[in-house]
C-alpha cells in the first residue's frame, strides 16, 4: 500500500515539475507547481512526518503559490514572452548541474554516511506513535521556545502594520501635497 | 497517554518592560482603527505611547533595584537573563525611544504625515531592543534584532513623498535583510559546533570540552561579528548608514544612531562576553580591525561631507569605533567604558539630530552645511545648543563626551592596547575639525540671497522638543561635570554572568 502511494505521488512529483517548465502559460505553470507541492506533502506524510506535510501544504501550496499567482495575474498574462534565451549557454550548463545534482542524490541515498540517518533503501525512520512529532515541535514550542514563539507573535503584527503602512495610498493627506509640484504618490 | 506539558516558570516583572511597549502598540493600532481619523486619535495615542515608555522605565527601575540585591534573574526556560547590563542599556533604549516620541510629535504635525503607526511601530522597534538587552540566546537575539530591525524599514520610508526617504528605507531592508541571513548562518554555525543556541550553553559546553575541529565554530563567531557589526554601523559594514540616517525622517535618525546602537552592541557585548570569553584571542584581532577601520573612515570620511545628516552620521561611525575599543579589550573595565559611552552617546547624538528636527523648515530635506549659516544668529537658543552637542561629541572637557571619551582611552591603556588609544586619540583630533566646521558655520552670517532661506522657519519651538534639547544638553553636561555616580552606574552594569 505504502509503495504503490508512493510510486504514483512520486509520479506526480515529478509529473508537476515537468509540467511547471514545460506549460507556455504561467498560471498552468503555477497550478502545475500546486500539484508538485501537494504531491510531496503526502511523500511527507509517507514518512510519517505529519507537521511538515501540513507546513507544506500551508505555506507552499497555499501561501507562496497563491502570492505566485497574484503577481502573474497583475502583470498580465496575455502577453507571450519571446522565447529568445537571454544567456546563450544557460540551457546545457543547467543541464549539466541537473546531472551533477541527480547523481548527487542518488549516490547519498545509498548511503549511510552521508547524513547519519538509516539509509533510503533501509529501514525508514519512523517516530513511534501516530502525531508524535506534531506532539514533540508543541513541547518545545511551549516549554523551552516559549519567549521566541511569543516574539515571533509580535514580528508578524509588526509585518502586518508596516505592510499597511507602506502599501496605503499616501492621498490620506491631501493638504501636505498642496506645498509643491505635484509628486507622484507611490 | 503522554505526560502533560509543564511549561516554563515565567517571573513577569522580568518580562514587563517588553510586555509594556508592545501593549502600548497595540492599543495604538486598535485605537487607530477604532476612532478612525478624528482629531483625538493623535494626542490620545501620544499619551498611550509616553504612558507606555514611562511604564516600562519605571519597571527597569524596580527592576535594577531587585537584581541589584540578588543575582541576575533567569526566567522563561532560560532565554531571558536579566541583569545590571541588561537593565542599563534597556534604560539607555527607553530614554532614546521616549526622546524620539517627544520630538516627533511636532514633527509629525508639520510634515503632515500624523499616523498613530509612526508611534506604534517606534515602540515595537524599542520593545525588540529591550528583548535584546536581555536575550540569553542566540536564537532570541536573532528574533529581537528582527523585531527591532523591521519597523525601522518602515519608518526610514515613512515620509514616501520624499524620495530620498524611500531610498532610505530599501537601502536599509536589502543590507538589513542581508546582515540578518549572515547573522543567522552565524547562529546555525555556532549551534553546529556546539550543540545549544543559549548563550551560557554555549560557554559552559566550551568549558567542558574542547573543539578537535574549530572551523565550525570559528566561521559562526566571524558570522555573528559580521552581523551584529552591520547593525552597529562598524567598518566595513557602514555603507548604509549615510543614506539611511540622511534620508529617513530626522526623528528616526536620532532613534537608529541612539537606540539601535545601544541594543546591538548589548548584542554584541553579550554574544561574545557570555558565550566567547575562551576564544577571546581568536575575535579580538577581528575586533581590533573593526575598530581602526571604524575610527579611521568615520573621521576621515565626515570631513569631507556637506550635509550635516550625513556628517553626524559618519561621526557616529566613528563613535561606534571607540565603544569597540571599550569592547575590543575584552575586560570588565572595557565593559564600563563601552557603556558609559553608549550612555552618552545617546543624548548627545539625540541632542544634535534634535536641533535639525526644530532648524529645518518643513519638507525635512534641506541639511546641507549652507542652510545651517548663521543659525546661531538667527536663533542662538538653537544655534548655541547645536554648537553645544557637537561639541560634546568633539569631547571637549566639561561635557559627557570628554568623560566618556576618557573613560574608554584609560581602559585601551589599562589593556596594554597602545594601538588603539593612539588611533583613538588622532580621530579624535581628525573628527574635532568637522565639529568645529559646524559650529564655525552656524556662528558666520550668511549672505542674503535668495528668498528660499528661512521663509517658513519656526521662529518658536515647540514645547516637546523643547523638552528634549533641554533634558538632553542638560544630561550632557551632569555626566561631564559629576561623572561619578554615571560611572558607578556602568561599572555596576558591567558584570555579564
Request: proline share 4%; hydrophobic share 55%; with cysteine.
Amino acid at each position: 500500500m505504502t509503495v504503490v502511494l508512493f510510486f504514483i505521488f512520486g509520479a506526480l512529483t515529478i509529473g508537476g515539475a515537468l509540467g511547471v517548465v514545460l506549460a507556455r502559460n504561467p498560471v498552468h505553470s503555477a497550478l502545475f507547481l500546486v500539484l508538485t507541492l501537494v504531491s510531496v506533502a503526502v511523500l511527507f506524510l509517507l514518512q510519517d512526518a505529519q507537521l511538515v506535510a501540513a507546513v507544506q501544504i500551508i505555506v507552499y501550496a497555499g501561501a507562496i503559490v497563491v502570492l505566485f499567482l497574484f503577481v502573474i495575474m497583475l502583470l498580465g498574462v496575455d502577453q507571450t514572452e519571446p522565447f529568445a534565451e537571454p544567456l546563450r549557454f544557460q540551457r546545457p550548463v543547467a543541464l549539466a548541474l541537473g546531472a551533477i545534482l541527480l547523481a548527487e542524490v542518488l549516490l547519498l541515498a545509498g548511503h549511510r554516511w552521508a547524513t547519519g540517518a538509516k539509509t533510503a533503501r533501509g529501514v525508514g525512520i519512523t517516530g513511534g506513535a501516530f502525531g508524535s512529532n506534531i506532539q514533540r515541535v508543541a513541547r518545545v514550542l511551549f516549554t523551552t521556545f516559549l519567549w521566541p514563539f511569543e516574539i515571533t507573535a509580535v514580528l508578524l503584527v509588526i509585518a502586518v502594520i508596516g505592510a499597511v503602512v507602506l502599501a496605503r495610498r499616501s492621498a490620506q493627506t491631501p493638504d501636505s501635497e498642496s506645498e509643491s509640484a505635484p509628486r507622484s504618490g507611490s | 497517554m503522554t505526560p502533560p506539558i509543564s511549561t516554563p516558570s515565567i517571573n513577569w516583572l522580568a518580562i514587563s518592560p517588553e510586555i509594556a511597549l508592545a501593549a502600548a502598540g497595540v492599543v495604538m493600532v486598535m485605537l487607530r482603527s477604532v476612532l478612525r481619523r478624528r482629531p483625538i486619535t493623535m494626542p490620545l495615542c501620544v499619551v498611550v505611547a509616553i504612558s507606555g515608555v514611562v511604564a516600562a522605565g519605571a519597571v527597569e527601575y524596580r527592576l535594577w533595584q531587585v537584581v541589584d540585591h540578588h543575582r541576575a534573574i533567569s526566567t522563561v526556560a532560560g532565554m531571558v537573563r536579566v541583569d545590571l547590563f541588561g537593565i542599563f542599556l534597556g534604560v539607555v533604549v527607553l530614554g532614546a525611544t521616549l526622546m524620539t516620541l517627544l520630538l516627533s510629535v511636532a514633527y509629525l504635525r508639520r510634515e503632515g504625515l500624523d499616523a498613530p503607526e509612526y508611534l506604534a511601530l517606534v515602540l515595537l522597534s524599542a520593545a525588540g531592543m529591550l528583548a535584546m538587552t536581555t536575550a540569553n540566546d542566540l536564537i532570541v537575539v536573532f528574533l529581537a534584532l528582527e523585531v527591532l530591525s523591521i519597523p525601522l524599514y518602515v519608518l526610514a520610508a515613512f515620509d514616501r513623498r520624499r524620495l530620498s526617504s524611500q531610498e532610505a528605507g530599501i537601502k536599509y531592508f536589502v543590507l538589513g535583510a542581508f546582515s540578518s541571513a549572515i547573522f543567522l548562518y552565524g547562529v546555525a554555525l555556532t549551534y553546529g559546533a556546539t550543540g545549544t543556541t543559549s548563550l551560557t550553553g554555549i560557554a559552559s559546553f566550551l568549558a567542558h570540552n574542547t573543539l578537535l575541529d574549530q572551523g565550525t565554530l570559528l566561521a559562526g563567531i566571524a558570522f555573528l561579528l559580521v552581523g551584529l557589526g552591520f547593525k552597529v554601523a562598524a567598518v566595513p559594514f557602514h555603507m548604509w548608514t549615510p543614506d539611511v540616517y540622511q534620508g529617513a525622517p530626522t526623528p528616526i535618525t536620532a532613534f537608529m544612531s541612539a537606540a539601535t546602537k545601544a541594543a546591538g552592541f548589548a548584542a554584541l557585548l553579550r554574544v561574545f562576553g557570555v558565550a566567547f570569553p575562551l576564544y577571546r584571542a581568536d575575535w579580538r584581532p577581528a575586533v581590533f580591525a573593526l575598530a581602526v577601520l571604524s575610527l579611521v573612515v568615520g573621521s576621515v570620511a565626515a570631513v569631507v561631507q556637506t550635509d550635516v545628516k550625513r556628517m553626524l552620521a559618519y561621526s557616529s561611525i566613528a563613535h561606534a569605533g571607540y565603544i569597540l575599543i571599550g569592547f575590543q579589550t575584552a575586560t570588565s573595565r572595557g565593559r564600563e567604558a563601552a557603556l558609559l559611552y553608549l550612555f552618552v552617546y545617546s543624548f548627545m547624538t539625540v541632542g544634535a539630530f534634535a536641533v535639525l528636527t526644530v532648524a529645518t523648515r518643513r519638507g525635512d530635506d534641506r541639511h546641507s552645511l549652507d542652510d545651517y549659516r548663521g543659525l546661531a544668529l538667527e536663533r542662538p537658543i538653537v544655534g548655541g545648543l547645536l554648537i553645544f552637542f557637537v561639541l560634546a561629541q568633539a569631547g571637549i572637557p566639561f561635557t559627557g563626551g570628554f568623560i566618556a571619551k576618557l573613560e574608554v582611552f584609560s581602559a585601551a591603556a589599562q589593556a596594554h592596547q597602545y594601538v588603539l588609544l593612539v588611533i583613538g586619540v588622532l580621530a579624535a583630533v581628525v573628527t574635532a575639525y568637522f565639529y568645529l566646521r559646524i559650529a564655525y558655520t552656524v556662528l558666520t552670517p550668511g549672505e542674503e540671497t535668495s528668498s528660499a532661506k528661512p521663509l517658513e522657519t519656526p521662529r518658536r519651538v515647540d514645547v516637546w522638543s523643547g523638552l528634549v534639547l533641554v533634558a538632553c544638553a542638560a544630561l550632557v553636561l551632569v555626566v561631564g561635570v559629576v561623572p561619578g555616580v554615571f560611572v558607578h552606574w556602568a561599572r555596576d552594569a558591567t558584570f555579564l554572568l
